[in-house]
């Protein structure tokens, strides 16, 4: 089996980018924040941060929903309205129809949004969990609770 590739965009020239991406066997995307961020959905880091105005200690962690699900569930439903404003970008398209043609096999993402899914999407490992599924307290594992 050849040994797989790590793909540095900043180091290459978008024609050899291309170049290796024809002849990938198996290509994996891993996608963060600045993907959706060109779709108007906030980001926790960076200048313009949600961190940078919220406690992530009394928003977004189980003890928080046990001290105050009001508050968490405000929360949630706040950023729902904000990223269900949103649609996908080009980018998330490119990556549906990579998918679709055989040559992107897996897409793993931190985003919580749902715009890969939206921009049709299918095969994605969504790391941190979906904003739009909730999920009972016991299936969370205990370390994480």
């Known amino acids: 089996m050849k040994k797989g590739r790590v ?32 779709s108007n959905v906030p980001t926790f880091r960076g200048p313009d941060g949600l961190w940078n105005n ?5 928003l977004a962690t189980p003890d928080a929903f046990r001290r105050n699900p009001g508050l968490v ?43 890969h899914r939206r921009a049709g999407s299918i095969h994605i490992h969504e790391v941190h969990g979906n904003i739009w599924a909730l999920s009972r307290a016991s299936a969370v594992p205990a370390a994480v609770r």
């Open 7 to 38: 793909l540095y965009l900043d180091s290459i020239s978008l024609a050899s980018a291309a170049q290796v991406l024809r002849n990938s066997a198996y290509l994996i995307a891993l996608t963060g924040a600045g993907i959706s961020k060109e």
């Open 73 to 115: 569930w405000e929360w949630y439903s706040w950023r729902q309205d904000l990223i269900g404003a949103c649609a996908p970008n080009p980018a998330h398209y490119a990556l549906a129809k990579w998918e679709q043609s055989g040559l992107l096999k897996q897409l793993i993402t931190q985003n919580v949004d749902g715009l």
């Open 54 to 58: 919220y406690d992530v200690m009394e």
